[in-house]
């Protein structure tokens, strides 16, 4: 832990139910209205080992900005996975999206963060809680990102979301509302959760306004191959990022092996989250 930095467990409650969670705050924090990134963790996981993995502190640490890490409780999933399946936990007024951005909201307050530049990220049921929150709280969130997940509606109970985790279904894209930024993570030879899910993520995300398409390939300095596709609106704006990781499993790319579920010799999707995110500013 860096001089001055903070990692420490705070607890939220609504009408929705209660939540613990934990906040890094960087040693450059003053007081000044920093960024705020929500982290959700995938099944299994918990903050300290979504943390490790994604390394999310230490981009934090370098750039300034708040980290949140609600966590899942066993009493609420055994598999400690966000309920991105159940159609209670796809609404506005209750159930998960309304715990998740409480602490939002809460972190705001208590830091006197930045309340347009606040953004969520999650992995595998985290990226796919991440992607109902882009439809239930525009408002809230500036940005999001999804590594591994699945979009919104993509199921409405459990036997619907081994389908789509298979590659069952199609997903619509949203009609109305405002469209969030998102950015997308995918490894292609994900044998947990379909690759194709993060094609519906990003059609769910299109607007009706017609976006530039750039597809650039690249290869880490590890030998991992990648393709992303930007789409880019007419002030230049990238509104989505579709990055497809080839011969990448169900892993955080870029991340560490200190945490579960990680892909080293990936490209940092951490730092191209952070990087994404910070382009965009809620109105």
Same mark, same amino acid.
């Given at each position: 832990?860096?001089?001055?930095?903070?990692?420490?467990?705070?607890?939220?409650?609504?009408?929705?139910?209660?939540?613990?969670?934990?906040?890094?705050?960087?040693?450059?924090?003053?007081?000044?209205?920093?960024?705020?990134?929500?982290?959700?963790?995938?099944?299994?996981?918990?903050?300290?080992?979504?943390?490790?993995?994604?390394?999310?502190?230490?981009?934090?640490?370098?750039?300034?900005?708040?980290?949140?890490?609600?966590?899942?409780?066993?009493?609420?999933?055994?598999?400690?996975?966000?309920?991105?399946?159940?159609?209670?936990?796809?609404?506005?007024?209750?159930?998960?999206?309304?715990?998740?951005?409480?602490?939002?909201?809460?972190?705001? &307050?208590?830091? !006197? /963060?930045?309340?347009?530049?606040?953004?969520? =990220?999650?992995? *595998?049921? @985290? +990226? #796919?809680? %991440?992607?109902?929150?882009?439809?239930?709280?525009?408002?809230?969130?500036?940005?999001?990102?999804?590594?591994?997940?699945? &979009?919104?509606? !993509? /199921?409405?109970?459990?036997?619907?979301?081994? =389908?789509?985790? *298979?590659? @069952? +279904? #199609?997903? %619509?894209?949203?009609?109305?509302?405002?469209?969030?930024?998102?950015?997308?993570?995918?490894?292609?030879?994900?044998?947990?959760?379909?690759?194709?899910?993060?094609?519906?993520?990003?059609?769910?995300?299109?607007?009706?306004?017609?976006?530039?398409?750039?597809?650039?390939?690249?290869?880490?300095?590890?030998?991992?191959?990648?393709?992303?596709?930007?789409?880019?609106?007419?002030?230049?704006?990238?509104?989505?990022?579709?990055?497809?990781?080839?011969?990448?499993?169900?892993?955080?790319?870029?991340?560490?092996?200190?945490?579960?579920?990680?892909?080293?010799?990936?490209?940092?999707?951490?730092?191209?989250?952070?990087?994404?995110?910070?382009?965009?500013?809620?109105?």
């Amino acid at each position: 832990m860096p001089k001055g930095a903070q990692f420490e467990t705070r607890a939220f409650s609504n009408e929705a139910g209660s939540r613990t969670y934990k906040v890094y705050v960087p040693s450059g924090y003053n007081g000044q209205p920093l960024p705020v990134v929500v982290m959700l963790h995938g099944c299994t996981q918990d903050p300290d080992d979504f943390a490790a993995g994604t390394r999310m502190n230490e981009v934090a640490e370098e750039l300034t900005f708040l980290v949140v890490y609600p966590c899942q409780p066993k009493s609420a999933n055994i598999q400690k996975c966000w309920n991105w399946f159940n159609l209670g936990d796809q609404r506005r007024n209750g159930g998960e999206p309304a715990l998740i951005a409480g602490i939002a909201d809460e972190v705001v &307050a208590s830091f !006197a /963060a930045d309340a347009s530049r606040v953004y969520v =990220a999650g992995l *595998s049921a @985290g +990226g #796919a809680a %991440a992607a109902i929150l882009a439809a239930t709280h525009p408002d809230v969130f500036a940005a999001v990102g999804v590594h591994s997940g699945l &979009a919104c509606g !993509a /199921a409405r109970d459990m036997p619907s979301a081994f =389908a789509a985790m *298979s590659g @069952g +279904g #199609a997903v %619509a894209p949203r009609g109305g509302g405002s469209i969030v930024p998102t950015i997308v993570f995918h490894g292609d030879a994900d044998g947990t959760v379909h690759p194709v899910n993060g094609d519906h993520v990003i059609a769910q995300g299109k607007p009706k306004a017609e976006l530039t398409e750039i597809v650039t390939r690249g290869e880490t300095p590890a030998g991992m191959g990648y393709t992303r596709t930007a789409h880019i609106g007419a002030g230049g704006e990238h509104l989505l990022e579709h990055w497809e990781l080839h011969g990448a499993g169900h892993a955080w790319s870029g991340g560490s092996r200190n945490g579960s579920f990680t892909e080293p010799r990936g490209p940092d999707a951490s730092r191209e989250m952070i990087r994404f995110f910070l382009g965009h500013k809620r109105q």
